[in-house]
């Protein structure tokens, strides 16, 4: 089951592999956790309005007006005079269209922002995962090397009681188990630091098992790259509000209905009345021109982000393919590293049996073929990795 959050680290101890679990299944668990979906919320409230403000029958709020008027300070004649109104603003010309195409650039924009979060997660459980997974192999690693020295001191030992071997031979041995235990005991802890990395961010206790994604097409990004199609969503959503504002420049047209009761001076009888009045108010560019120099900086800023995020992305991509093709080169070299590594420890060893090369000779070459086992492990989980990351760039969801 998930966790919250704010759990104690000691809640975790290690991760286990669940195969029931899919890459799929963890990523909406961690995007439903992710710190940014408050603003996710927010935003479909926000876009919820904008559709409200739209679709309502008047563009703004109506008002009403009561006035009282008497000469009892003046001419004191007996006049009253009482007034009820009710203002109702009107559509300007095009208003209601302007504001149904910002709305729904609004929405658009946060189903790609939501879809944009979402690769943003995938990124970081991918991240999280091959951590996760570099560390186990150098967990393991670290294991295999003790097992390895402990056999070694156990085989000194051994030659030394016999006679075979001087006491020095013996303390080298010891020596060098103890330091393949330090590396252990540190693996484990970047173990241990990787996996409550991955636990923060899903709040799971397992992880699906480790399976390599497939190496997406050559593709550069365009606006169907989820991190582009939400500044491509701003550019349009700032030109919208642009033409909102120019539509809007000018305050509302106002229908005046109101209903009069009176009675004139020395008049025992009151009249009543209806009347109708417009108010159109006029353009002014004292005020509207601010307010049209805010909107044209808007969309001058939404399109700079545009143009900045795709450079970003054309250079993660260059660098994920370049990265990619570097680990590739470097498996290759790894490998026949690794063949040679082992065939001379082989050597070392049947060599050190039979006395004709002594324990620091051997020590030598077993550290150097432990060497060729750690890269090539991490070089086939580095091209992996190098893949997902790759993906990533390209804006493949897993």
Do not use: C
């Not at 008002?63 to 009820?84: F, K, P």
């Amino acid at each position: 089951m998930p966790l919250s959050a704010g759990a104690e680290e000691g809640e975790l101890e290690r991760l286990q592999i669940d195969t029931a679990l899919t890459l799929g299944g963890v990523l909406l668990t961690a995007f439903e956790r992710n710190p940014q979906q408050p603003l996710l919320q927010a935003g479909s409230v926000d876009a919820e309005a904008r559709a409200r403000h739209a679709l309502a029958a008047l563009p703004g709020a109506p008002a009403i007006n009561m006035r009282h008027q008497n000469d009892v300070i003046g001419s004191g004649r007996n006049l009253r005079e009482w007034e009820a109104g009710l203002e109702l603003p009107v559509w300007l010309p095009g208003q209601r269209a302007a504001r149904e195409a910002v709305a729904r650039e609004a929405q658009g924009g946060l189903d790609a922002g939501r879809t944009s979060l979402l690769l943003e997660t995938a990124g970081q459980l991918r991240d999280a995962l091959w951590d996760v997974a570099m560390n186990v192999n150098a967990v393991d690693l670290a294991a295999a090397r003790v097992k390895s020295a402990q056999a070694l001191e156990h085989d000194v030992l051994r030659r030394h009681q016999a006679g075979e071997l001087a006491k020095t031979d013996v303390m080298l041995a010891q020596s060098e188990t103890l330091q393949a235990q330090t590396a252990h005991l540190r693996a484990q802890a970047e173990l241990k630091h990787a996996e409550h990395r991955y636990w923060m961010l899903t709040g799971l206790k397992h992880t699906p098992v480790f399976v390599e994604e497939p190496l997406a097409g050559e593709t550069r990004p365009d606006d169907s790259h989820p991190l582009l199609a939400v500044s491509a969503r701003q550019i349009a959503l700032a030109q919208e509000e642009r033409n909102l504002t120019r539509v809007e420049k000018r305050e509302n047209p106002q229908l005046l209905l109101n209903a009069r009761h009176e009675r004139g001076a020395f008049d025992t009888e009151y009249d009543s009345s209806i009347g109708v009045a417009v108010r159109i108010p006029l353009s002014a560019e004292v005020r509207s021109a601010p307010m049209l120099a805010k909107a044209e900086m808007g969309l001058a800023q939404a399109m700079s982000n545009h143009e900045q995020r795709r450079l970003a992305l054309l250079t993660a991509m260059h660098e994920a393919e370049h990265n990619l093709e570097v680990t590739r080169s470097e498996l290759v070299i790894v490998e026949e590293q690794h063949r040679l590594a082992q065939e001379s420890l082989r050597l070392a060893r049947k060599a050190f049996e039979l006395g004709e090369t002594d324990l620091v000779h051997l020590m030598r070459v077993q550290a150097q073929a432990y060497e060729a086992e750690r890269a090539l492990g991490n070089r086939q989980i580095q091209l992996k990795w190098d893949i997902a990351r790759f993906n990533q760039a390209a804006g493949v969801l897993p």
